[in-house]
């Protein structure tokens, strides 16, 4: 937090007591506000959800279809939360950009939080007042990094940017279908979303995947990081970004099905490449290529959706979500809650637990989907998704508010 320039016209007082506020263990990195409000948000958007689809309540704004509710705050509330974490921490190690905390870091807080409760207060406020504050966040993540990535040494990091903007885009298409009462652009807007976050997925998972395979193979003797092949990443985003083209755009099933099938070609060539096989015994490295495999058969339950019809078209969508992403986020909060925290890179067996539960619940869904098992099956999925979050808390809620450790040894 930039203070120096307007100390002199700040009463001392006040002066030290900021300084205070946001030198606490809570400001010093991303992960700890976001980590602890996503894993917090998941278990209360479940119970609302769950309680909405039961008949025991109705979500804010019963005017819109409840399935459109649930999308935006899964995506704009909690894995927002999640992603925005991940991203801001990572960055300063990965691309060498200036951490963002103190003052800062508080005031993207104070907009996604602001936005949570523009969205559960919505009927009670002016119409245009929920849709502006909720849609703040990203358009000041991406003022507060593009300076920083604009100076960074590799330019592929620049790439955040336009899936920032994409972000923001969905969130305000979601809101300007809303408002026009038309439920098919707001569904479509979340859909962008979602395509948007599997090209941040693909992209940067894709860079940490496989290099921490690598740093555990060279540790255990087994081999050295296959190299990246730069012709095979740019097939992999090409026909991530088709299949969002064909998708959003309404093109003929056979084309979006034709680019589901090369997405999961490609990315499955890709992730095997990788050898996660060799290091099974990694939790860390086992959770982060399982997410993967579920990437890999998203893609495919799309291109079975598309081309033959023998599986309804949601089920990629939610092997995606709960499957892939769900794995992937335990995975990196576990890394960087022990390794931002001064902790050794062992797994606590809660978080075992966790991964577990994650990976049962997204086999429920899928078979909830492709056989109409109804809703006491997705119920238990859903339950089952929000445990992993809940443990995840139980676990790490603790350290996420404490100072950090003294910096451990590494680990595996």
């Not at 700890?32 to 958007?45: E, I, K, V």
């Not at 979500?59 to 999308?71: E, F, T, Y």
């Not at 992603?83 to 993207?108: Q, Y």
């Amino acid at each position: 937090m930039a203070l120096a320039g307007t100390c002199r016209i700040i009463p001392a007082v006040s002066f030290f007591a900021d300084q205070t506020l946001t030198l606490t263990p809570l400001w010093a990195s991303a992960f700890r506000p976001f980590y602890l409000l996503g894993a917090l948000y998941a278990p209360l958007l479940v119970a609302a959800w769950l309680g909405a689809q039961l008949g025991f309540w109705q979500l804010p704004d019963d005017a819109v279809p409840l399935k459109l509710q649930h999308g935006h705050e899964f995506i704009f509330g909690f894995a927002a939360a999640i992603i925005t974490g991940i991203v801001l921490t990572a960055l300063p190690s990965w691309a060498a950009t200036e951490e963002i905390h103190g003052g800062r870091l508080m005031l993207l807080v104070a907009l996604w939080l602001a936005g949570r409760i523009a969205f559960w207060a919505a009927p009670w406020l002016p119409p245009p007042l929920p849709a502006l504050i909720d849609c703040l966040l990203f358009p000041v993540v991406f003022g507060m990094l593009a300076p920083q990535l604009l100076r960074a040494q590799n330019r592929l990091y620049l790439l955040l940017l336009p899936i920032l903007a994409a972000l923001f885009a969905a969130n305000l298409l979601y809101h300007q279908g809303l408002a026009s009462a038309d439920p098919a652009r707001a569904a479509l807007a979340l859909r962008l979303a979602i395509h948007a976050i599997i090209v941040l997925y693909v992209l940067k998972g894709g860079v940490l995947a496989p290099i921490f395979t690598g740093n555990a193979l060279r540790e255990k003797g087994r081999g050295q990081q296959v190299p990246f092949d730069m012709k095979l990443e740019a097939a992999c985003l090409t026909a991530v970004l088709l299949l969002a083209g064909c998708d959003l755009g309404a093109a003929p099933r056979a084309w979006t099905g034709g680019a589901a099938l090369a997405c999961a070609l490609l990315l499955g060539w890709r992730t095997l490449r990788w050898q996660g096989w060799r290091v099974a015994e990694v939790p860390l490295l086992l959770v982060m290529h399982l997410g993967f495999a579920w990437l890999v058969l998203a893609f495919a339950l799309k291109a079975a959706a598309e081309l033959t019809g023998i599986v309804p078209e949601a089920t990629w969508l939610h092997a995606f979500t709960v499957g892939s992403l769900g794995l992937m986020m335990l995975g990196l909060m576990t890394r960087v809650s022990l390794r931002h925290t001064g902790r050794p890179l062992v797994v606590p067996r809660t978080m075992l637990l966790a991964y577990v539960l994650m990976f049962g619940a997204a086999l429920l869904r899928l078979a909830a989907g492709v056989h109409d098992l109804g809703n006491a099956v997705i119920g238990a999925s859903a339950l089952l998704w929000t445990a992993s979050f809940v443990l995840y808390l139980a676990c790490f809620g603790t350290a996420l508010l404490a100072p950090s450790q003294p910096r451990a040894a590494p680990g595996p």
